[in-house]
């Protein structure tokens, strides 16, 4: 049973940057998709970044391509997710998801993806 622990978010300022850590725990990231999501108040949660570990594609929605960085350290078991440039409409909680379907997920839905974390807080305002 893979279990996950997000930790880096807080309080910045626009243009700032901060780096998401997800260790999880169990079996290998290797044959799994995984994401960062993140859900705003009052909005449904969105899928903003994917990577699957098998061949190190990534994907990022419009909202953070060009910010934001996806990447893996396998044999810590860790994903990290690199935000620069931070706007105020990047504040939310922030979620680490895997996929067990690897290249097949179904990202930018939830949809497939098993394992969760508890989400961090990031929150951008002057």
């Known amino acids: 049973q893979q279990q996950l622990v997000e930790s880096g978010g807080g309080l910045v300022q626009p243009g700032d940057s901060l780096r998401l850590s997800c260790v999880t725990s169990?079996?290998?990231?290797?044959?799994?998709?995984t994401a960062w999501f993140r859900q705003a108040p009052g909005k449904e949660r969105e899928g903003i970044s994917l990577?699957?570990?098998?061949?190190?594609?990534?994907k990022y929605s419009d909202a953070v391509k060009g910010r934001f960085t996806i990447s893996t350290d396998n044999a810590k078991k860790t994903v990290y997710l690199q935000m620069n440039s931070l706007k105020p409409e990047d504040t939310g909680v922030y979620y680490c998801?895997?996929?067990?379907?690897?290249?097949?997920?179904?990202?930018?839905?939830?949809?497939?993806?098993?394992?969760w974390g508890q989400g961090t807080q990031v929150t951008v305002s002057s």
């Open positions: 998801a895997l996929d067990p379907r690897g290249p097949y997920s179904a990202w930018p839905s939830v949809r497939g993806f098993e394992h």
């Open positions: 169990g079996a290998t990231l290797d044959y799994y998709a």
């Open positions: 990577i699957t570990t098998h061949d190190g594609s990534t």
